[in-house]
């Protein structure tokens, strides 16, 4: 299964983009999809994590209230809402997903995960 990312781009503070991740199979196969990023210089964090097995949706502090994920599993489609960027929301995006559960602690850790889609830029700039 391989997932695209795709819909960065250049926005100015206080803008909005909306990202796209294709799975190329089924994202109900996963019990665990979501969005990290990667500033320069700095660990990919996680964005926005969905758990398949209680439906939670979690989200990293630094954007609780701006972004919003959702995922259209018809369409094998996920998506990032960004509203309000910052300059410090500057990153590469990418798309993630895992088949077996995680705790609730370990959700925003990159190395769970073993499903990459290959990154889109957001520059966040006036």
């Known amino acids: 299964v391989q997932l695209q990312a795709s819909g960065g781009g250049l926005v100015h503070p206080g803008g909005s983009l909306r990202l796209s991740c294709a799975f190329s199979?089924?994202?109900?196969?996963?019990?665990?999809v979501g969005w990290f990023r990667q500033a320069p210089g700095k660990e990919r964090e996680g964005v926005s994590i969905?758990?398949?097995?209680?439906?939670?949706?979690i989200y990293a502090d630094s954007v609780k209230g701006r972004f919003t994920m959702s995922r259209d599993n018809a369409k094998s489609m996920l998506y990032l809402q960004m509203n309000d960027l910052r300059s410090e929301d500057t990153a590469v995006y990418y798309c993630?997903?895992?088949?077996?559960?995680?705790?609730?602690?370990?959700?925003?850790?990159?190395?769970?995960?073993?499903?990459w889609g290959q990154g889109t830029l957001v520059t966040v700039s006036s």
């Open positions: 969905s758990r398949r097995g209680d439906g939670r949706t």
């Open positions: 199979g089924f994202t109900s196969d996963y019990s665990i």
């Open positions: 993630a997903a895992r088949k077996n559960r995680l705790i609730l602690s370990a959700l925003f850790d990159a190395a769970q995960y073993d499903t």
